[in-house]
């Protein structure tokens, strides 16, 4: 399509420069493109600024649900796609968004699509992570983003309900190894700070048995077998990932703080 479509566009970035530029070249549809930055001290903001229909926020870092919230009174229209730096609209999607959009039933305010992502430049098909759909693609007046400290998503306002796209979202998402697992050991630690804050009862033995159970979801359940090495790298990630979670939290609620870090109030 020649003419582009009305949709705002957010994202959050911070020392971003490595994807930010392909990715703002897959927004070349959206009519404006909201980027929040939060203390970036790489090229990633004067990047940015090269795109005519990127409009940047500075702004503190108030977690990420609290900053997409930023990104989100500042957009011009109601209806809101959100994506990562990391990720790009393949054009098969773009085409998909300019096809639906004039289009969507009254009883909609979201829509959600699967996520192609790649590890260490190659497409995980198994692990839970394909087609791993997530909703992006939403009307502000009716959606908001929950509290979750990690792995935030959307909440839609009842009685509206969610709709499907089928073309696939690209995330690039991990180019090494220590990337991978140095995310891992991040997840865990605001993992810990979730169950804190939703009132979680400390269970010692999940320290072990959530490792062990995160493993044989990925590996055997979700067949992370079939892709091979990566598969095998990923599922020990994930069990990594519970471990630090419940190591953290034992810290939590026994000492009121995380070992070797301090507790964000």
């Given at each position: 399509?020649?003419?582009?479509?009305?949709?705002?566009?957010?994202?959050?970035?911070?020392?971003?420069?490595?994807?930010?530029?392909?990715?703002?070249?897959?927004?070349?549809?959206?009519?404006?493109?909201?980027?929040?930055?939060?203390?970036?001290?790489?090229?990633?903001?004067?990047?940015?600024?090269?795109?005519?229909?990127?409009?940047?926020?500075?702004?503190?870092?108030?977690?990420?649900?609290?900053?997409?919230?930023?990104?989100?009174?500042?957009?011009?229209?109601?209806?809101?796609?959100?994506?990562?730096?990391?990720?790009?609209?393949?054009?098969?999607?773009?085409?998909?968004?300019?096809?639906?959009?004039?289009?969507?039933?009254?009883?909609?305010?979201?829509?959600?699509?699967?996520?192609?992502?790649?590890?260490?430049?190659?497409?995980?098909?198994?692990?839970?992570?394909?087609?791993?759909?997530?909703?992006?693609?939403?009307?502000?007046?009716?959606?908001?983003?929950?509290?979750?400290?990690?792995?935030?998503?959307?909440?839609?306002?009842?009685?509206?309900?969610?709709?499907?796209?089928?073309?696939?979202?690209?995330?690039?998402?991990?180019?090494?190894?220590?990337?991978?697992?140095?995310?891992?050991?991040?997840?865990?630690?605001?993992?810990?700070?979730?169950?804190?804050?939703?009132?979680?009862?400390?269970?010692?033995?999940?320290?072990?048995?959530?490792?062990?159970?995160?493993?044989?979801k990925s590996y055997i359940a979700q067949r992370g077998f079939l892709d091979g090495k990566k598969g095998l790298i990923i599922s020990i990630g994930s069990a990594f990932s519970h471990f630090i979670k419940y190591t953290n939290f034992w810290y939590l609620k026994k000492k009121g703080r995380l070992d070797g870090f301090e507790v964000e109030e």
């Open positions: 399509m020649s003419e582009k479509i009305k949709v705002s566009v957010i994202l959050i970035t911070k020392d971003e420069e490595k994807n930010i530029v392909k990715c703002l070249q897959s927004l070349d549809w959206a009519d404006e493109v909201i980027m929040v930055d939060s203390g970036s001290t790489d090229n990633t903001v004067a990047l940015a600024k090269n795109f005519e229909n990127v409009k940047v926020i500075l702004s503190e870092w108030l977690g990420f649900s609290g900053t997409k919230r930023v990104a989100v009174q500042h957009s011009a229209h109601d209806w809101v796609f959100w994506i990562d730096a990391d990720e790009i609209v393949q054009s098969s999607l773009k085409e998909e968004l300019c096809h639906i959009f004039p289009l969507i039933p009254a009883g909609v305010a979201a829509y959600d699509v699967p996520r192609k992502t790649f590890f260490m430049g190659e497409w995980v098909r198994h692990t839970g992570w394909y087609p791993g759909r997530v909703t992006r693609f939403f009307n502000k007046h009716h959606c908001d983003f929950n509290d979750n400290i990690l792995h935030e998503g959307i909440v839609i306002t009842h009685p509206y309900q969610l709709g499907h796209l089928k073309e696939d979202l690209l995330h690039n998402s991990y180019t090494s190894l220590h990337q991978y697992f140095d995310k891992m050991n991040y997840y865990g630690k605001y993992g810990a700070e979730e169950l804190l804050r939703k009132g979680k009862k400390l269970q010692g033995w999940k320290i072990v048995m959530s490792p062990i159970t995160a493993f044989l």
